[in-house]
Each structure stands twice: as structure tokens, then as C-alpha cells.
């Protein structure tokens, strides 16, 4: 295809300078946000009276025809052009002749990319919106089923405190809500057009950006050209938020190995997301989970990919800027398709109750729980730890468990032990105990579900 630039250069590049040069490879997936962009372009064009009506419907026409194609599949994008824009162009230009020429006025490449891009973002950062809300979801269902499932909770990954499964999910349940809360707020500052601000110092015609950016559905216009053409921080926090939203994904893939495994067996993974070994017949490998932990990496190497790329810009536009796409499309791409696998996968794992219970049980985590009995009877809570601590000591190493050492034992240690010790140390009741706001009562974890579903429904409703 004949470069639209010729005329200062003679636009013939050598191959490999060619090769390197164009973006088409990557950038083809804009096309839709670049038709649409264009769409509105000709329309403001016209309307400001810049361009006749009649070339404006013609255009408009001419590139409804090409999306037609392209999502139909009877017109392939054309890879030996430079890049998106330039193939658009110049598929209108061949269909309807000169009057294609005319879409380019009053704009430049430059913040034509910079629309794209930020179409391109907004719809994706909707489309991550629905994914988590779904993930977010499956956590309080699964939390809902397993709200008294009584299991360790663990610090240091060792066994501390009793707490329920349920409890244990809507911690991961609020992370994903602050996932939320940052896509929320990285809209805001990318639904900003940057349509009009032309290569870097606005334009001559008469435009009217406020026109263009409504029409396209943004909230406001970039106010400085530079920056409008230049800006790519609503870029750099998508990749920073989706780096936390992995990060979050890979903890809960950390748990769910461990989780699966015969060491712990406290869940069971369907099917239908786990794989089996080419040679050892037993094996069912947590490969989905495992996959998201090592994507994190990915979407980390993405963004510092990006930040890299930026550093040491100046004003306005440079060509290192078409390196921002490719991050930023694996960085989606990798999030969503971690969202779209684990939200069904935690809605088919099923809790092993009874090895938790087992679990819990003989990890002496309601050792807290006999401390504090005798500092209520009493005794300063120094000296009851110190006693606590002989006691659990004792009884690993004669193989007991709290619940079970009868009274007159507890009476060796102490003469403050009475029959009520067993439903102070009962690991239920510890748990059921816990009721402070946000605890791990089941009356808690109920209200941390309703907090949940609650702003489920009302993003649902937005």
C-alpha cells in the first residue's frame, strides 16, 4: 500500500525498516474504535460546515461498509499497511474515491491513536467490570455454602485461629471489590477526548471538540493539545490496577494449590479445571490456578514494559508511543481470561469439611481461646499464655488435643480450670465467638455477604 505521508520523503522504505516500522500487526484490533472515532469525525466536519453534507454521508457510508466486511469476514485487513488508520483510509478512499481524502482534515494520527486507544479502554475496563462483578459474586455464593465450615486460619502459614471457609473467601470477595472501586476510578480520567488536538497544537478550522467528544460518549475534552496527544497515564493505571487484580488472582491460586493438594485436602477441584499427568495416572494438577499465578508475572512485565517505554519522552508525540498497545492488549487480554476462568471454577470447588475440622482440631488454634478463659477467671494474661503454652507443649508431645484432655489434667495446671473450660476452648464456638464486626462468626460472614451482594446490585443497577 502507498504510504499517505509521500511528498517530504519519497516513501520508499527498505523492507526491514518497513517491517519494523508498522504497527498493523498489532493495532488491526482497533479498527472498530476507528471507525467509530471516524464516524463522529465526519459528522462534526460536516456539521461545522468544513466538509459538504454530501461527502459526510458518502464517508459515513463508505465506512459502515467497511466494518461490515471486516466483521463478516468478506474484507481482511490489509497487512503491508502501516497501521490501522492508514488501512482504514485507505479502504474508504478506494471505495468512494476522493471524498475519502477529505476524513483526515482537522485531525492527525496522532490524536486519532490517542482516541483509539482510549475507546479501546473504556470498553474494556466495562467488559473487566462485568467479569469481576461475576468473580465477586461466585466468592459470596461459594461463602454462603461453607459460612460455618469451621478451618484453620493461618499466619505465617501456620496454624493460628479458627475461622470459618466462608470468612476465608470474603477476604478475597473485598479485594476484588477494591479491584472494582480502581477500574471505577481509572474511567474517570480516561473518558477525556483527545479528538482535535491534532498533532500537537490544535487545529485552524473551526472544530467543535465538544461536539465530537459527546457524540463519542466522553465526558470532557483533554484541555492542553500537548498533553492530549501525549497522555498515557489512564494507560499506566490500567496496568497498575490489572497488576494488583493479578497479584490478588495469584495469592488465591497460591491457596487453591495448596488447598487441592493430598498435604491438605481441604478442597476438591472439578474436573472440568484441573488436568491430569502423561505418565503418573493418580495426578490432578491445579494447572488453571498455577497458570494465573504465572501470568501475574506477564502482567507485571507489562507494565513496567509501558513505564519504561514513557520515561524519557518529551513532548508531544514519538514513535516509542505505538510501543504502548502490545502491553497494554496482553494485560487485558491475560486479566480477562483469568476473571472468565476462575469465577466458574470457585463456583464448582467443593470444601472437604471434615479434614478441615481435622485440621483445625490438631493445629491447637483455640489455644488463644484457653488463654483467655483463665485471664477472664482472672489470672493476668501472662501467666495464663505461659500456662497455655505448657499445656499445648504437653500435649503434642503426648499426642492429645485441648478438646480432649479431661478436666483433672487441666487441674495440674491449674486450679482455676473448671468443666466450662470445654465450651471456651470448643472450636465451633470460637469461631461463633468472634463476632465483632467483620469477624468470622457466621452471623459476621453473613453480614460481610450482604455487604457484597448489596454493592453487586448496585453496580448492576448503574
Known sequence: MKKMWTGRTAGELNKIADKFNASIPFDQRLYRQDITGSIMHAEMLAAKGIIPVTAKD???EGLEGILEDLES???AVDMTAEDVHMFIEGALTERIGDEGKMLHTARSR????ALDLRIYVKEEIEELQGLLLDMIDALAEKAEEYKSTVMPGYTHLQRAQPITFGHHLMAYAMMYLRDLDRLKDIYRR???SPIGCCALAGTTYPTDRQMEAKGLGFDSVCQNSLDGVSDRDYCVELLSALSILMMHFSRLAEEVVLWSSWEFKFV???DSFTTGSSIMPQKKNPDMAELARG???????????LLTVLKGIPLAYNKDMQEDKEPVFDAVDTAKICLQVFAPMIREMKANEENMMHAAQKGFINATDLADYLTKKGMPFREAYKITGTIVSDCIHNGDVLEKLPLEKYKE???????????AIDLIHCVQRRNSEGGTSVESVENQIAYVKAAIQKEMEE
Open 110 to 113: 496522532n490524536d486519532q491513536v
Open 295 to 305: 501470568k501475574t508475572g506477564r502482567v507485571y512485565g507489562d507494565l513496567i514494559s
Open 58 to 60: 458518502h464517508i459515513i
Open 268 to 270: 476438591e477441584l472439578s
Open 190 to 192: 480516561t473518558n477525556v
Open 413 to 423: 495446671y491449674s486450679d482455676m480450670f473448671e468443666e466450662d473450660l470445654y465450651d
Open 73 to 75: 469476514g468478506k474484507m
